[in-house]
C-alpha cells in the first residue's frame, strides 16, 4: 500500500514539474517577445493586396519591398486634363515599406494600405506637357493633388485616373461658360413643338457616352424619325462638332432635307438608327435648348477647351443629273411630257482642326463625307413620231407678162386669131435644103462640135412636108431652134 502511495507521489511531482517548465517556457518566451523581440501581425491581416498573417515587422518590411516594384510597374496612374492623358512615370512615385508596416501595426482593422511619397519636382515637369498647363504651378493646387495620389496607390489598384480639374487653384482658371452653339430657324411644328420645353437641359457626365434616342425616352419624348428629330438632331451634332466630342454614330439620309445644312445631317429613327457621342473630357458638359425667334438653339456649357476648335468644308460639289426617257404608246403622235423633276446630288468633306495657342495646328480630323446622289429628271415620249405635214406653197411670183414660171415666169400666150400668129409670136420657119450649108448667113446652123453621121441623117428635112423633124442630136425637143441672121 505504501508502495502505490510513493509512485503516485512521484507521478505527481514528475507532472507538476513538467507543466511547471512548460508554462515557464511559453511565458518566458512572450515576455522575451514583448519586451526584447519583434511585433508579429495576426492572422488574416493584409497590406493593401498583400498578405503579411502571421509576420514579423521586418518580415512584413521585407514582403512589401518585393511586391512595391511590381505593383508600380503594373499600375496604371494616369492624369487627365480635357481629352489629354499621361500616365504617371514610376520615378515620380515610392512606397516607403517601413511606414507603411508601421502605419499597419497602429490600425486594428484587417486590411490597412500603402503609404508612398510623390516627387514634387517630377510631377511638375511631367504635368506641364499638358496643352495649356505650361504655368502648372499657378493653375494647378499642387499639395491636393500629390494627396490624391497618395490617397489612389494606397489600395495598390490596376488602374486609377485623377481628374486635374478637381485640382484646380480656386480663381486661377475660368468657369463653365458656353462653348459651343448650333441655331435653326425652322420651328418644330405639331407635337415636336414641345420638344424643346421638354428637353430643357441635358447633363454627359465625364468620360461618358451620349446617345440621342436614349436622351428623348429618359424626357418621355415618342418619336417615329421625319423632318422634326432630323432638324433637332442635326443641331445637336453640329454642336458637338465644334466640341472635342467622339462622333461614335451618326447617319445620313439618302435625301436631305432642306432645314438641315449641308454636312450636319443626323438621321435618327426608332428602329435602330442614333446619333452617339463621347464626352473624352474629365469634367462634365451640359447640352442647353432653347427657343429662339426664329427656331429653336442648341448649346453645350462647360470648361472652354486648352485649344481652339475650328471647323470648315474642305470639299463641296454640285453633281448634275441625268434626264431620262421613258417611251409611252399612249401618248399623241410626237408629243412628251415631264413625270418627275431633276435635282442636283451633293458632296461635302467637313474638317475639324485643333489649334494651339500660336495657331498652330495640333492635330485635324474628317468629322463626315456625305454624298447625296442626283435625281435624275423622267419624261414620257410617245412611242410615233408626229406625221410630217406637206410644204406651204409658196406665193408664186409673176412674170414679164403677168404670168408665172421659171426665168420670168411661165409665158401666157393668147391663141391665135383668124389663124394669125400674135404680135408677140414669130412664125415657124424651115429653112430650104439648099440652105443647109450656105454658112453664118443661113437660117439654119449645124450645132457646134462633130456630129455623128445617124444625127445627121436624123436631123433632115423632110421636104415634102417642108418642116425640120428634130432627133437625137441633143437639143430638146420642146425647143424650138434660133433664127439667126434676120
Given at each position: 500500500m505504501e508502495k502505490q502511495k510513493w509512485f503516485a507521489g512521484v507521478f505527481a511531482a514528475i507532472t507538476g514539474i513538467a507543466v511547471f517548465l512548460t508554462l515557464f517556457t511559453y511565458a518566458g518566451s512572450a515576455t522575451y517577445a514583448?519586451?526584447?523581440?519583434?511585433?508579429?501581425?495576426?492572422e488574416d491581416r493584409q497590406i493593401a493586396s498583400a498578405d503579411v498573417s502571421g509576420m514579423s515587422v521586418s518580415e512584413a518590411e521585407t514582403h512589401i519591398e518585393k511586391q512595391a516594384q511590381t505593383w508600380i510597374n503594373e499600375s496604371d496612374l494616369v492624369l487627365q486634363w480635357f481629352d489629354e492623358q499621361l500616365t504617371v512615370s514610376d520615378t515620380i512615385v515610392d512606397i516607403d515599406a517601413e511606414e507603411t508596416v508601421n502605419e499597419?501595426?497602429?490600425n486594428d482593422g484587417a486590411q490597412s494600405?500603402?503609404?508612398?511619397?510623390?516627387?514634387?519636382?517630377?510631377?511638375?515637369?511631367?504635368?506641364s506637357r499638358f496643352t495649356g498647363l505650361a504655368n502648372f504651378t499657378e493653375r494647378v493646387d499642387l499639395p491636393s493633388l500629390k494627396a490624391a495620389i497618395k490617397a489612389e496607390l494606397s489600395a495598390a489598384p490596376a488602374s486609377a485616373q485623377i481628374s486635374l480639374h478637381d485640382h484646380k487653384n480656386p480663381g486661377t482658371a475660368p468657369g463653365k461658360t458656353i462653348v459651343a452653339r448650333a441655331e435653326r430657324d425652322a420651328a418644330l411644328d405639331g407635337e415636336a413643338s414641345e420638344w424643346i420645353g421638354q428637353l430643357g437641359e441635358f447633363t454627359i457626365?465625364?468620360?461618358?457616352?451620349?446617345?440621342?434616342?436614349?436622351?428623348?425616352?429618359?424626357?418621355?419624348i415618342v418619336y417615329?424619325?421625319?423632318?422634326?428629330?432630323?432638324?433637332?438632331?442635326?443641331?445637336?451634332?453640329?454642336?458637338?462638332?465644334?466640341?472635342?466630342?467622339?462622333?461614335?454614330?451618326?447617319?445620313?439620309?439618302?435625301?436631305?432635307?432642306?432645314a438641315v445644312p449641308l454636312g450636319y445631317d443626323a438621321a435618327v429613327t426608332d428602329n435602330g438608327k442614333d446619333l452617339q457621342a463621347e464626352n473624352v473630357n474629365d469634367t462634365s458638359y451640359t447640352l442647353r435648348f432653347d427657343s429662339t425667334p426664329e427656331g429653336f438653339a442648341v448649346e453645350l456649357e462647360g470648361y472652354?477647351?486648352?485649344?481652339?476648335?475650328?471647323?470648315?468644308?474642305?470639299?463641296?460639289?454640285q453633281i448634275e443629273y441625268d434626264t431620262r426617257v421613258r417611251f409611252d404608246d399612249q401618248l399623241p403622235p410626237g408629243t412628251a411630257e415631264s413625270i418627275k423633276d431633276g435635282k442636283e446630288g451633293e458632296f461635302i468633306r467637313l474638317t475639324r482642326s485643333f489649334l494651339d495657342?500660336?495657331?498652330?495646328?495640333?492635330?485635324?480630323?474628317?468629322?463626315?463625307?456625305?454624298?447625296y446622289a442626283p435625281q435624275h429628271a423622267l419624261i414620257a415620249r410617245s412611242t410615233e413620231e408626229a406625221p410630217e405635214e406637206p410644204p406651204a406653197e409658196e406665193p408664186a411670183e409673176r412674170g414679164l407678162n403677168g404670168g408665172t414660171g421659171e426665168a420670168g415666169g411661165e409665158q401666157e400666150t393668147d391663141a391665135p386669131v383668124n389663124g394669125q400668129p400674135d404680135r408677140g409670136e414669130r412664125p415657124e420657119v424651115s429653112p430650104p435644103a439648099s440652105d443647109r450649108d450656105a454658112g453664118e448667113n443661113s437660117f439654119y446652123q449645124e450645132p457646134a462640135g462633130d456630129e455623128s453621121d445617124d444625127?445627121?441623117?436624123?436631123?433632115?428635112?423632110?421636104?415634102?412636108?417642108?418642116?425640120f423633124q428634130p432627133g437625137s442630136s441633143g437639143i430638146d425637143e420642146t425647143d424650138e431652134r434660133p433664127l439667126k441672121g434676120r
Amino acid at each position: 500500500m505504501e508502495k502505490q502511495k510513493w509512485f503516485a507521489g512521484v507521478f505527481a511531482a514528475i507532472t507538476g514539474i513538467a507543466v511547471f517548465l512548460t508554462l515557464f517556457t511559453y511565458a518566458g518566451s512572450a515576455t522575451y517577445a514583448h519586451l526584447f523581440g519583434e511585433e508579429h501581425f495576426s492572422e488574416d491581416r493584409q497590406i493593401a493586396s498583400a498578405d503579411v498573417s502571421g509576420m514579423s515587422v521586418s518580415e512584413a518590411e521585407t514582403h512589401i519591398e518585393k511586391q512595391a516594384q511590381t505593383w508600380i510597374n503594373e499600375s496604371d496612374l494616369v492624369l487627365q486634363w480635357f481629352d489629354e492623358q499621361l500616365t504617371v512615370s514610376d520615378t515620380i512615385v515610392d512606397i516607403d515599406a517601413e511606414e507603411t508596416v508601421n502605419e499597419a501595426l497602429t490600425n486594428d482593422g484587417a486590411q490597412s494600405g500603402l503609404v508612398s511619397h510623390v516627387e514634387e519636382d517630377s510631377l511638375a515637369e511631367e504635368v506641364s506637357r499638358f496643352t495649356g498647363l505650361a504655368n502648372f504651378t499657378e493653375r494647378v493646387d499642387l499639395p491636393s493633388l500629390k494627396a490624391a495620389i497618395k490617397a489612389e496607390l494606397s489600395a495598390a489598384p490596376a488602374s486609377a485616373q485623377i481628374s486635374l480639374h478637381d485640382h484646380k487653384n480656386p480663381g486661377t482658371a475660368p468657369g463653365k461658360t458656353i462653348v459651343a452653339r448650333a441655331e435653326r430657324d425652322a420651328a418644330l411644328d405639331g407635337e415636336a413643338s414641345e420638344w424643346i420645353g421638354q428637353l430643357g437641359e441635358f447633363t454627359i457626365e465625364a468620360n461618358s457616352s451620349y446617345s440621342f434616342r436614349d436622351m428623348l425616352n429618359e424626357q418621355g419624348i415618342v418619336y417615329h424619325g421625319g423632318e422634326n428629330a432630323a432638324v433637332l438632331s442635326s443641331a445637336v451634332f453640329e454642336t458637338f462638332v465644334q466640341s472635342n466630342f467622339d462622333i461614335v454614330e451618326r447617319h445620313i439620309r439618302h435625301e436631305r432635307f432642306d432645314a438641315v445644312p449641308l454636312g450636319y445631317d443626323a438621321a435618327v429613327t426608332d428602329n435602330g438608327k442614333d446619333l452617339q457621342a463621347e464626352n473624352v473630357n474629365d469634367t462634365s458638359y451640359t447640352l442647353r435648348f432653347d427657343s429662339t425667334p426664329e427656331g429653336f438653339a442648341v448649346e453645350l456649357e462647360g470648361y472652354d477647351w486648352p485649344y481652339a476648335i475650328e471647323t470648315g468644308t474642305k470639299t463641296e460639289e454640285q453633281i448634275e443629273y441625268d434626264t431620262r426617257v421613258r417611251f409611252d404608246d399612249q401618248l399623241p403622235p410626237g408629243t412628251a411630257e415631264s413625270i418627275k423633276d431633276g435635282k442636283e446630288g451633293e458632296f461635302i468633306r467637313l474638317t475639324r482642326s485643333f489649334l494651339d495657342e500660336a495657331d498652330e495646328v495640333i492635330r485635324e480630323e474628317t468629322v463626315s463625307e456625305d454624298f447625296y446622289a442626283p435625281q435624275h429628271a423622267l419624261i414620257a415620249r410617245s412611242t410615233e413620231e408626229a406625221p410630217e405635214e406637206p410644204p406651204a406653197e409658196e406665193p408664186a411670183e409673176r412674170g414679164l407678162n403677168g404670168g408665172t414660171g421659171e426665168a420670168g415666169g411661165e409665158q401666157e400666150t393668147d391663141a391665135p386669131v383668124n389663124g394669125q400668129p400674135d404680135r408677140g409670136e414669130r412664125p415657124e420657119v424651115s429653112p430650104p435644103a439648099s440652105d443647109r450649108d450656105a454658112g453664118e448667113n443661113s437660117f439654119y446652123q449645124e450645132p457646134a462640135g462633130d456630129e455623128s453621121d445617124d444625127t445627121d441623117e436624123e436631123d433632115t428635112l423632110n421636104r415634102e412636108s417642108g418642116s425640120f423633124q428634130p432627133g437625137s442630136s441633143g437639143i430638146d425637143e420642146t425647143d424650138e431652134r434660133p433664127l439667126k441672121g434676120r
